[in-house]
């Protein structure tokens, strides 16, 4: 049986990067993918995300969401629950980074991101848990979020300042949902990515950043996608049957050099 058979998922982010291999792999389990996003083009270019999905045979739907506004993440969750009935995992994984150090971010480059990064996550984890608490409960859990936190929530995100204080507050919110909501089966997990390639422009591909990732990595290759939504599929399944409240590094090795 598929791990995630019947199974219904909103992804935010999801047109690209992570979030598109997450939900593609969520799909693939047999869960229904809700994509929520910005925009439906992927970075990568090529397909949709939900057209892939629907190619393969998979259930699912997209939503134009902006995470920073409570009205979008209020409308994601009510459509996708009157859409396919429930919501049983939310992955938030939408983000963005400036690439500017503490005396380079301007306040509006850090409210900005704080908007998307931190009260987004924070809109998107109140709004499924208010989702689950109408749900009746599937064996002992009614519903899984996973935050996407980064390897920069834990060690200093050179050059990239307003990101890295973004990503520990992840780290940290997902501690405090998993505790606070333990009791009314609610699980809070956190995936902490490596340095991943994936199609994101800027100075995440840059040729001497990447040359660093490889000599700073343990691990023979840097991460794919496919890695985080390895860890992603077994965070929504029930094979995660006593884990809350865990930053689960998906990194090579890295935090542990």
């Known amino acids: 049986m ?54 393969e045979g998979g259930k699912g739907m997209f939503l134009k969401t902006d995470i920073s506004r409570w009205d979008d993440v209020d409308a994601l969750v009510s459509q996708t629950v009157k859409g396919f009935g429930r919501l049983d995992i939310m992955v938030n994984n939408a983000a963005i980074y400036t690439s500017t150090d503490l005396l380079e971010t301007s306040p509006q480059q850090w409210d900005r991101l704080i908007a998307v990064n931190v009260t987004g996550f924070f809109y998107c984890c109140k709004r499924a848990a208010q989702q689950f608490l109408l749900q009746e409960p599937v064996g002992d859990t009614r519903g899984r979020i996973i935050n996407i936190s980064s390897q920069h929530g834990m060690v200093a995100c ?75 599929l077994f965070l929504a399944s029930d094979m995660a049957s006593y884990m809350t409240g865990v930053n689960l590094m998906v990194d090579g090795g890295w935090m542990a050099g």
């Open 158 to 232: 050179p050059g990239d300042f307003p990101y890295g204080v973004s990503k520990g507050a992840i780290v940290q919110m997902t501690r405090q949902i998993a505790v606070d909501q333990a009791a009314a089966g609610i699980v809070c997990n956190a995936i902490a990515p490596g340095k991943i390639i994936t199609g994101k422009p800027g100075v995440a591909n840059d040729p001497d950043a990447l040359d660093y990732s490889r000599r700073r990595t343990p691990w023979a290759r840097l991460g794919e996608p496919r890695d985080v939504a390895n860890a992603a």
């Open 2 to 55: 598929p791990m995630l058979e019947k199974k219904i998922a909103i992804v935010t982010g999801a047109s690209s990067g992570l979030g598109r291999a997450i939900a593609l792999r969520y799909a693939q389990e047999g869960a229904t993918v809700v994509i929520g996003d910005v925009s439906e083009d992927p970075i990568e270019g090529g397909e949709t995300t939900l057209s892939r999905i629907l190619a």
